[in-house]
């Protein structure tokens, strides 16, 4: 991108939407163009820019929702993202969506942002909530007070928009040209600023007249945003402006000047104390203690800026709101005083996530059996269909009895749990209650020298690890996205549920029938995942220690109001944007893995089928683990999808050709006795099943997030060193108590 005087196009206009995160942004952003896209109340959740179009009095524009941020002033990608579109990409318009209920706060982006731009538009969104907890705000003030157009809404309510719609056009047509009133400085500082600036046009000038090539065109404002970067020093954001505005921040005129201002910060001529900071100085004659006050006075700076944006912004907030009552928050606070506590945060998190997998357990058996005897009908046909058209009898049989049925298997097993999980999920994620979760784990993350972030893409990787690897991109620092996806593995994907349903059903709660049966299943499943969590401390602390030394950075987890969920949305969401998805990476996979296990099933060297060959190496390692060679193998060959691990254990023990597909719970059970299970094996299976390798798309997604093989290996070896070394530590002890 570059800041380019771009030419009048009639046929399409170009609009940024900006925002802080959990305002509504992408609700308006589906409002206008009718797409559908993620619009949970995760801080940082869209990495990308997302676009959509919309017409407006016949005329097309392209909408880009850009990642929500709190500052454009600091490093995280998600503020490099809004910072570098909003400044370079050049959109005729940016509406900068503020919440109404916290309107001083989201009032600091906004200024940052009129440092870069002219061309703005403000929308005060969540009016409703607004109203709810008794806060008014003068929108006709605010206006004059900000210099720029300003429109109160109600995202999901679209009749709202029509005004906001009517600004755009107007903005962006040159109809309306705002005229932001932007943060005035002291005197010394708007003087020192100004110098810089004067020297940059200085360059930019002597550039362009060397230059035969198109130059580009900065506006005055944009010269003052440059000179506070510079003094800053900033230097990500110095490289941005080097690379799309081409000027030479390195010129010996513009760093004698910068050099000046920065003596005279160092020799005590700018006073920082009187722009209400504090600073304390010695005369230290050495060079280091020299570059040290530098970076100090630079600081001072840095805080100085944003010190006088912060009083602007209770200033103003002051004069535009009013409060009815003092208490505007009551019934969120009081209920954050439970879902929050020391007390009851915890437990209440582990009801919420018990109560879900309940649900998902009861819920998805009979779905899961009317597919699978769907299937099977539909497999009887192509047979007769295979028959009929004489295909040869080994290509029918690997075609339907390796790929199709592994397909079957795949989507029965696993589309249910998921059409039931994501939207119970989702609708917790609508309610506004995950970041509690966040939030009642932030403590033990830090103690484990991470990100309290980490714990969102934990979230994420309920669903599916791929997603949560993906996820681990809301994480600023390098080290601690690193431990969070090396670690991500942890937390069981949706693949991997039914499996550990399955056993605790038969072996933990076999003795009990009905509603009792179900419950104590979930309770073990709920133990099982705790193990995953604490795991995941535990590794992230050794992690942090050892090769990827470090201390837990700061961050802003916002606690957003709860809100009423949308039912429509989350099941669209839901289904589309998560279940489908998923599904589609388990067929993808599921297909080619169907036919290799089916050749290793039907080829045979001595009498014995190569499944029965590899089984029998492994079998004296995986009797230390207390399994057997082929549970070890059926986890080798599930590494495209898990769910298919189970299939290729019953396949092994029947000595069958194919996958098996039994439905019933009971029968898989009576198989699994006869093959010499015990309950020492179905623990070590439920945390082997918990802590092995990732699965083949996890590692795919976490080679091109750290862009390394060496990282993707690791990632591979730690769960699954974990998993042998947890599974012979429970044989041994159960060896030593019980035989």
């Known amino acids: 991108m570059s800041y380019v005087k771009k030419e009048n196009n009639?046929?399409?206009?170009?609009?940024?939407?900006?925002?802080?995160?959990?305002?509504?942004?992408?609700?308006?952003?589906?409002?206008?163009?009718?797409?559908?896209?993620?619009?949970?109340?995760?801080?940082?959740?869209?990495?990308?820019?997302?676009?959509?179009?919309?017409?407006?009095?016949?005329?097309?524009?392209?909408?880009?929702?850009?990642?929500?941020?709190?500052?454009?002033?600091?490093?995280?990608?998600?503020?490099?993202?809004?910072?570098?579109?909003?400044?370079?990409?050049?959109?005729?318009?940016?509406?900068?969506?503020?919440?109404?209920?916290?309107?001083?706060?989201?009032?600091?982006?906004?200024?940052?942002?009129?440092?870069?731009?002219?061309?703005?538009?403000?929308?005060?969104?969540?009016?409703?909530?607004?109203?709810?907890?008794?806060?008014?705000?003068?929108?006709?003030?605010?206006?004059?007070?900000?210099g720029v157009p300003v429109i109160g809404t109600i995202a999901h309510k679209k009749k709202t928009l029509r005004e906001l719609k009517n600004i755009i056009y107007k903005v962006s047509t040159g109809?309306?040209?705002?005229?932001?009133?932007?943060?005035?400085?002291?005197?010394?500082?708007?003087?020192?600023?100004?110098?810089?600036?004067q020297e940059i046009k200085k360059e930019k000038e002597l550039e362009e007249d060397n230059s035969m090539d198109t130059y580009t065109i900065i506006p005055d404002y944009l010269y003052k945003w440059i000179s506070i970067k510079l003094i800053d020093g900033e230097e990500k954001i110095l490289a941005s402006?080097?690379?799309?505005?081409?000027?030479?921040?390195?010129?010996?005129?513009?760093?004698?000047?910068?050099?000046?201002?920065?003596?005279?910060?160092?020799?005590?001529?700018?006073?920082?104390?009187?722009?209400?900071?504090?600073?304390?100085?010695?005369?230290?004659?050495?060079?280091?203690?020299?570059?040290?006050?530098?970076?100090?006075?630079?600081?001072?700076?840095?805080?100085?800026?944003?010190?006088?944006?912060?009083?602007?912004?209770?200033?103003?907030?002051?004069?535009?709101?009013t409060y009815e009552k003092e208490e505007k928050d009551t019934r969120d606070r009081k209920i954050d005083k439970i879902l929050?506590?020391?007390?009851?945060?915890?437990?209440?998190?582990i009801l919420f996530?018990?109560?879900?997998?309940?649900?998902?357990?009861?819920?998805?058996?009979?779905?899961?059996?009317?597919?699978?005897?769907?299937?099977?009908?539909?497999?009887?046909?192509?047979?007769?269909?295979?028959?009929?058209?004489?295909?040869?009898?080994?290509?029918?049989?690997?075609?339907?009895?390796?790929?199709?049925?592994?397909?079957?298997?795949?989507?029965?097993?696993?589309?249910?749990?998921?059409?039931?999980?994501?939207?119970?999920?989702?609708?917790?994620?609508?309610l506004g209650y995950l970041p509690r979760i966040a939030f009642n784990m932030d403590k033990l993350f830090k103690k484990a020298c991470c990100s309290g972030k980490q714990m969102i893409t934990m979230c994420m990787g309920f669903g599916c690890n791929a997603c949560g690897v993906t996820g681990c991109r809301i994480i600023d620092s390098p080290r601690e996205r690193l431990i969070a996806i090396l670690t991500n593995n942890f937390v069981p994907c949706n693949g991997r549920f039914p499996f550990l349903i399955t056993i605790a059903t038969i072996f933990i709660a076999g003795t009990m029938q009905g509603l009792g049966a179900s419950i104590i299943a979930t309770i073990v499943v709920i133990f099982v995942i705790l193990l995953g969590i604490i795991l995941t401390l535990v590794i992230s602390k050794i992690l942090s220690k050892t090769i990827l030394k470090g201390i837990p950075s700061s961050f802003i987890l916002e606690l957003p109001p709860y809100r009423k969920p949308q039912i429509g949305k989350i099941l669209v969401r839901s289904i589309f944007d998560r279940t489908l998805f998923v599904l589609a990476r388990a067929i993808s996979v599921a297909l080619p893995a169907g036919i290799v296990i089916w050749l290793f099933a039907n080829i045979g060297i001595g009498g014995e089928n190569l499944?029965?060959?590899?089984?029998?190496?492994?079998?004296?390692?995986?009797?230390?683990?207390?399994?057997?060679?082929?549970?070890?193998l059926a986890f080798i060959l599930g590494i495209p999808a898990n769910e298919i691990v189970l299939p290729i254990i019953l396949m092994c023990y029947l000595?069958?050709?194919?996958?098996?597909?039994?439905?019933?719970?009971?029968?898989?059970?009576?198989?699994?006795?006869?093959?010499?299970?015990?309950?020492?094996?179905?623990?070590?299976?439920?945390?082997?099943?918990?802590?092995?390798?990732?699965?083949?798309?996890t590692l795919l997604t976490i080679k091109k997030e750290t862009g390394s093989l060496k990282w993707t290996i690791i990632s591979f070896l730690i769960p699954t060193v974990c998993g042998i070394i947890i599974c012979i530590i429970t044989t041994a002890i159960y060896n030593l108590i019980f035989v």
């Open 655 to 697: 000595g069958g050709n194919s996958l098996v597909n039994i439905e019933e719970t009971q029968a898989i059970g009576n198989i699994l006795i006869q093959n010499g299970w015990t309950i020492l094996t179905a623990i070590n299976v439920m945390i082997f099943t918990i802590l092995h390798f990732p699965c083949a798309t």
């Open 353 to 430: 996530l018990s109560l879900i997998f309940w649900i998902t357990i009861v819920g998805a058996n009979y779905p899961s059996q009317i597919l699978s005897e769907f299937f099977g009908w539909i497999q009887g046909k192509l047979i007769i269909f295979a028959d009929f058209i004489n295909c040869p009898e080994w290509l029918s049989n690997m075609l339907i009895f390796g790929a199709y049925q592994t397909l079957t298997w795949v989507i029965a097993v696993m589309l249910p749990p998921m059409a039931i999980f994501f939207p119970l999920f989702t609708f917790l994620e609508d």
């Open 10 to 146: 009639p046929k399409e206009y170009t609009v940024a939407l900006a925002g802080n995160p959990n305002v509504g942004k992408s609700t308006i952003f589906n409002s206008l163009t009718g797409m559908h896209q993620h619009t949970g109340n995760w801080p940082g959740k869209t990495v990308e820019n997302a676009t959509g179009k919309f017409k407006i009095n016949n005329q097309d524009f392209i909408l880009v929702d850009i990642p929500g941020t709190y500052s454009i002033m600091s490093n995280s990608e998600e503020e490099e993202i809004a910072r570098d579109y909003i400044c370079f990409g050049n959109p005729d318009a940016t509406i900068v969506v503020l919440d109404a209920t916290s309107l001083e706060r989201n009032l600091n982006l906004l200024f940052q942002i009129m440092e870069i731009t002219n061309n703005i538009i403000v929308c005060v969104n969540l009016l409703d909530e607004a109203k709810k907890k008794n806060i008014n705000i003068n929108l006709k003030k605010l206006e004059e007070l900000l």
């Open 340 to 349: 929050t506590s020391k007390k009851f945060g915890i437990p209440i998190m």
């Open 611 to 632: 499944l029965t060959i590899i089984a029998n190496f492994l079998n004296p390692f995986a009797q230390i683990m207390g399994l057997d060679g082929y549970i070890l």
């Open 241 to 321: 402006i080097k690379k799309n505005l081409n000027i030479n921040l390195e010129s010996e005129n513009i760093q004698n000047k910068l050099e000046e201002i920065r003596n005279k910060y160092t020799n005590k001529n700018l006073n920082l104390e009187k722009y209400g900071l504090q600073e304390k100085e010695e005369n230290e004659k050495s060079n280091k203690n020299i570059k040290n006050k530098t970076e100090n006075s630079d600081n001072k700076f840095k805080d100085y800026i944003i010190s006088t944006i912060v009083k602007k912004c209770e200033e103003i907030s002051k004069k535009v709101c």
């Open 175 to 197: 109809n309306i040209k705002p005229k932001p009133k932007r943060v005035k400085y002291n005197e010394e500082v708007e003087k020192y600023i100004n110098e810089i600036s």
